[in-house]
């Protein structure tokens, strides 16, 4: 069956990676994001592709009848806390948090919502203080929503760092954290292969992820280890 596909931040490099597997099957893709241009540039020679800027999307007079939403868009500032504007503060909240509660709400996924958050929501770090908290909101209101709507699969993306343009204002972020980084067409295989499965969540590396759990163990202990060893932001 034919499949209304719906990705946010289609512009970015998880998501291209995404489109590039999806495009081999029949689904519909509704690609999304800031930049019609940009999309065309991406995608215009595609068959069975919708592109659409954010704004189209909210305030489109067509419905769609979505399966599945993947709601990919995503932004970080990394800096102390307290040098951070409150402009600054209030975006990386409406596009990490916000906007994916708006377009689940909107587009009602009749299938599969996938919220691609972040192993910070789990696994904070210093100068990643509203990044974190803004992922960590995601990543409970997809619990939330889970124990509300049974009959939708509701998957949470939490990924460490990912060799993408999101740390081209960081180069060297890259670099200090190692092996620790996957590639973005690591993050698509994974979430293309859980597509329509009942997966809870996918996170990756499973080094983080393990630290992540060990951390609601034993949370000072890691904290203390993050801040000591951890500090590449």
Do not use: C
């Not at 519909?28 to 704004?55: C, F, M």
């Not at 399966?67 to 800096?79: E, V």
């Not at 973005?184 to 295989?189: F, N, P």
């Not at 997966?199 to 904290?223: G, I, Y």
């Amino acid at each position: 069956m034919v499949k209304n596909i719906v990705i946010t931040g289609a512009t970015g490099d998880i998501a291209k990676e995404i489109v590039s597997l999806l495009s081999k099957t029949n689904d519909h893709l509704i690609l999304v994001s800031r930049s019609r241009t940009a999309l065309e540039k991406l995608y215009g020679q595609l068959a069975n592709v919708t592109l659409l800027t954010n704004d189209e999307l909210l305030t489109a007079e067509q419905s769609y009848d979505v399966d599945i939403l993947i709601n990919n868009a995503g932004f970080g500032i990394f800096k102390e806390f307290i040098e951070m504007t409150d402009s600054e503060i209030t975006e990386q909240f409406v596009i990490n948090t916000l906007m994916p509660i708006q377009l689940t709400r909107q587009l009602k996924p009749r299938l599969q919502l996938i919220n691609i958050a972040s192993i910070a929501g789990k696994l904070p770090t210093r100068k990643s203080s509203i990044y974190a908290a803004s992922k960590a909101a995601l990543i409970t209101f997809s619990d939330a929503l889970r124990m509300e709507n049974p009959q939708l699969i509701v998957t949470t993306v939490n990924t460490g760092p990912v060799r993408t343009k999101f740390h081209k204002d960081n180069g060297d972020y890259l670099n200090k954290v190692g092996k620790s980084a996957i590639s973005a067409a690591k993050v698509a295989d994974k979430i293309v292969n859980n597509l329509g499965k009942r997966k809870r969540e996918l996170n990756l590396p499973w080094t983080l992820s393990t630290a992540a759990k060990l951390r609601s163990l034993f949370p000072s202990l890691v904290d203390f280890l993050s801040t000591r060893f951890f500090n590449f932001k």
